[in-house]
């Protein structure tokens, strides 16, 4: 399984940025899909997850009204669309696939993780 995450950068408060995590082929069918971010001495916190099919979406309360997390199955492809950014959304932000199909909040939960893409948002 292999995860590539990309479209992060440098972007200025209130813009927007849309991460994408392309999957190899047939790996995420059925597969819950889930964004995580670490800022520089945090510990990794979680952002968004998506049920296998799309159809239930749960994001964390500090992103919740800007930030969503979609999928395009039949393009092994998630994304997370941010919205309204802020400095303290920066961080690297990592797309990682679960075992199961619903919906899970702890990095622990995830067995296939992407190598990150970053996110600086500069005030």
């Known amino acids: 399984v292999q995860l590539q995450a990309s479209g992060g950068g440098l972007v200025q408060a209130g813009g927007s940025l849309r991460l994408s995590c392309a999957a190899s082929?047939?790996?995420?069918?059925?597969?819950?899909m889930g964004w995580f971010r670490q800022a520089p001495g945090n510990e990794r916190e979680f952002v968004a997850t998506i049920n296998w099919s799309g159809e239930n979406t749960f994001h964390a309360d500090s992103v919740k009204g800007r930030f969503t997390i979609s999928r395009d199955n039949a393009k092994n492809t998630v994304y997370l669309q941010m919205n309204s950014l802020k400095p303290e959304d920066t961080a690297v932000y990592y797309c990682a696939r679960a075992p199961y199909s619903g919906n899970y909040y702890y990095p622990q939960a995830y067995d296939y993780w992407g190598q990150g893409t970053e996110v600086t948002v500069s005030s």
């Open positions: 082929r047939h790996t995420i069918t059925n597969r819950a």
